[in-house]
């Protein structure tokens, strides 16, 4: 039999395209006579328009237009709408200004530097208006919303009546999507109502959507393409209005328009992690068993948008105890909108949690990573049902051995290497692992070559080569005679790539469109076929791309040929059944640090860093350490890098820029060890793959932060842990 594709560390089906240069991101589109746009943004943070003089700016050489609310096209979704404010950012719908760095127009040029000329002879008076951007000082506007119930198990606050607890504040700044490639767009409106994309996007099928309903058009009308995306995090994961300015500014100049932002709009017009305040209780017996939890969290949304994400999701039911209630509000404030962040909410929720564990460990006088041993949760506490599966303790096991955990002294400040401070922290880490509904088709051709289509994206994570072995192992056809296309609206149907479950989902479609594909060549066989003539399908074998029965064999490729086909196409829908309803399903993680911290100057050094996945079958264990160590590396920033400061006088962003905004570089990402569990999930999908991506990065901050307070015995909870919060 031939060896397995799933499993192996296959190198990347586009590596050599994107090493060479020639993967063709949005950008490198060049549609015949295609314009260039540049923002006009608001310069102050709440108020409104009073004029816009372009008097200039339509003077300047190679200007085609400046469009804004008082010129641009009409969007016929916008009046469809309910009149909700928070129904979003209507770009250029009227004359409000909601934050600082708002689009207010755009400048159409035929070169890139001229239209950015241009947007510097637009001249806006505003009427403005007071703006709020501190958090802190507007905590008496928090509230929920409809999406954000409380919940309750068992008593509330009966952490405080616990022989042991803590009770902590811990708080996260504003966090900004930095990829390498920047957002923005390409528009060309074929006629009035045909519109060509070349997007940066996370899921053409939603950008197809979106603009359907913002434009009621009909969806075949609407082409989205999108191969290649260079790292998203969730940024991509929505239509963001610049986005729409530049297909209004397309649809009035009657040409293509290309609009890629800047670095420092990067920080105002494509979302971010919203700044977050958490408070938790927790407490215990005084030999560890937990008693209560409550965790109370407030996070940042814009004035037009209730932003929420599953920040007390963990509390809930993470450890085995028996009282835990939640509560989440939103501080509206003049900013625009959050997005999901790698790791999202739960990220956010986990520093907290898993940094008052630590906390409650160092009050009993008891190993942390005992601590989470001793409450480990047998079935989901939240749902009450037993686990897909869950090898947790495993991974604690595997993860303490490599890193030296025994070396760690539970008295803090006790341990130095080279007159620094040495320290050990550890953290777990949680996220749900989802399958969805995804569509995708197989083209089988007499030469033997397979073509497998599906609207799916990859941000990165080699989501072509995943669904290449995936295809591979239920064909039995060489990975290297297999194609998996993707990132174009006219494939079938696949949700947008986030929430870790692009493989489960659209995988499982790849599974079962091959497995359709076996079939429809057995139907061939049985039908058209003599040595086949008598064999019913239900007893044909596909074995190495080829049909089997008794001692009868037929490769694909030769019954093809036998009926004279070019090619046999079949296509398939697949999702989840009620799997869901009786099996609680999650990825799990485990991540240890060892870090370094200097007494005099407090800078923090992390030396070695091992994470752990229990997240099912490894598709590819080659892209999927990488994929660990880059959330590994996106935690590294939340920890101790990553911080977006904003001067609350005017409501701006001060450090929007790569030199100001730090994010890690190589010489911050020390040694670092990813190890699998990588035992088959029986129940979620046919490859038993759980989610990779976000368990990556949950958690990762917290294990730092309880190595900081092992080697200092200085508690930060306020991220990122930067020298002056040390000394």
């Not at 934050?99 to 001249?123: D, F």
């Not at 007159?419 to 088709?441: I, P």
């Not at 791309?545 to 009926?563: F, K, P």
Request: hydrophobic share 40%.
């Amino acid at each position: 039999m031939k060896k397995q594709a799933v499993g192996q560390s296959m190198d990347r089906v586009d590596g050599r395209l994107k090493v060479t240069g020639a993967a063709r991101y949005f950008a490198d589109h060049q549609p015949e006579g295609m314009l260039y746009a540049a923002l006009v943004c608001s310069t102050i943070s709440s108020g409104r328009i009073a004029a816009i003089d372009t008097t200039k700016a339509l003077r300047a050489p190679g200007v085609a237009d400046v469009v804004s609310h008082l010129n641009a096209p009409p969007v016929p979704g916008y009046k469809l709408e309910n009149p909700n404010p928070k129904q979003g950012l209507k770009i250029f719908y009227d004359d409000r200004i909601y934050s600082n760095g708002q689009p207010v127009a755009i400048v159409v040029a035929n070169t890139l530097e001229r239209a950015i000329h241009a947007a510097s002879l637009v001249k806006v008076s505003y009427n403005q208006e007071v703006h709020q951007t501190d958090m802190a000082a507007n905590m008496d506007k928090a509230f929920q919303n409809k999406n954000m119930k409380d919940y309750l198990r068992g008593e509330a606050d009966a952490w405080k009546k616990a022989p042991v607890s803590v009770e902590a504040t811990y708080n996260i700044p504003i966090e900004v999507h930095n990829p390498m490639e920047l957002a923005g767009i390409i528009a060309h409106w074929e006629t009035p109502d045909k519109l060509t994309l070349y997007a940066k996007t996370q899921g053409v099928k939603s950008v197809q959507q979106t603009l359907k309903n913002l434009f009621q058009l009909p969806e075949e009308n609407i082409t989205v393409h999108s191969q290649f995306v260079g790292g998203a995090f969730g940024m991509a994961l929505r239509v963001w209005p610049m986005e729409v300015a530049t297909i209004l500014a397309a649809k009035k100049i009657r040409k293509p328009v290309k609009l890629v932002l800047n670095r420092k709009e990067m920080f105002t017009l494509v979302g971010y992690r919203p700044a977050a305040m958490q408070k938790i209780g927790i407490g215990a017996t005084s030999d560890g068993k937990l008693t209560g939890i409550t965790h109370e969290a407030v996070a940042v949304t814009s004035p037009y948008e209730d932003f929420t994400e599953a920040i007390v999701s963990m509390s809930r039911m993470m450890y085995a105890c028996p009282n835990v209630n939640t509560h989440y509000q939103l501080v509206p404030l003049n900013l625009s909108t959050p997005v999901w962040m790698r790791g999202p909410g739960e990220a956010t929720g986990a520093f907290a949690l898993e940094s008052a564990l630590d906390e409650l460990a160092h009050e009993l006088n008891m190993d942390p990573l005992q601590l989470r041993i001793l409450n480990h949760a047998d079935i989901d506490p939240e749902k009450n049902l037993p686990y897909s599966s869950k090898y947790l303790k495993e991974a604690y096991e595997m993860g303490a051995a490599k890193i030296g955990w025994q070396q760690r002294s539970n008295t803090p400040r006790q341990l130095q290497e080279n007159g620094w401070l040495v320290g050990y922290g550890m953290s777990s880490g949680v996220f749900g692992a989802g399958r969805g509904r995804a569509t995708a088709s197989a083209t089988f051709k007499a030469d033997g070559s397979l073509i497998v289509r599906s609207a799916a994206a990859d941000i990165g994570p080699g989501t072509a080569t995943a669904m290449v072995q995936i295809a591979a192992d239920a064909t039995g056809i060489d990975v290297k005679k297999i194609k998996f296309l993707l990132g174009e609206s006219a494939y079938p149907e696949a949700p947008r790539q986030g929430g870790s479950s692009t493989v489960s989902t659209v995988g499982s479609a790849v599974n079962d469109v091959c497995l359709a594909l076996q079939h429809k060549l057995g139907e061939l066989a049985t039908t058209g076929h003599p040595a086949f003539k008598n064999v019913q399908i239900a007893d044909i074998k596909y074995e190495d791309g080829q049909l089997v029965a008794g001692t009868t064999r037929i490769g694909y490729t030769e019954l093809l040929q036998q009926q004279q086909l070019p090619e046999v196409v079949v296509t398939t829908t697949s999702q989840g059944g009620e799997e869901r309803k009786k099996y609680a399903m999650y990825s799990f993680s485990v991540h240890f640090a060892k870090v370094h911290v200097h007494p005099a100057t407090g800078v923090v050094r992390i030396k070695h860093i091992v994470s752990v996945a229990d997240s099912g079958t490894i598709v590819n264990t080659k892209t999927a350490r990488s994929q660990m160590i880059g959330g590994v590396v996106g935690g590294i920033g939340m920890a101790l890098t990553e911080e977006a400061l904003l001067d609350h006088r005017f409501g701006r962003f001060v450090n929007n820029n790569y030199a100001d905004y730090h994010v890690p570089v190589n010489a911050d990402t020390p040694p670092t060890d990813v190890l699998f569990i990588n035992k088959k999930d029986p129940v979620i999908n046919p490859m038993g793959s759980k989610g990779l991506g976000e368990i990556s990065l949950i958690g990762f901050a917290a294990a730092v932060s309880n190595a900081v307070f092992n080697a200092t015995g200085k508690r930060v909870r306020d991220l990122p842990i930067t020298p002056d919060k040390l000394i």
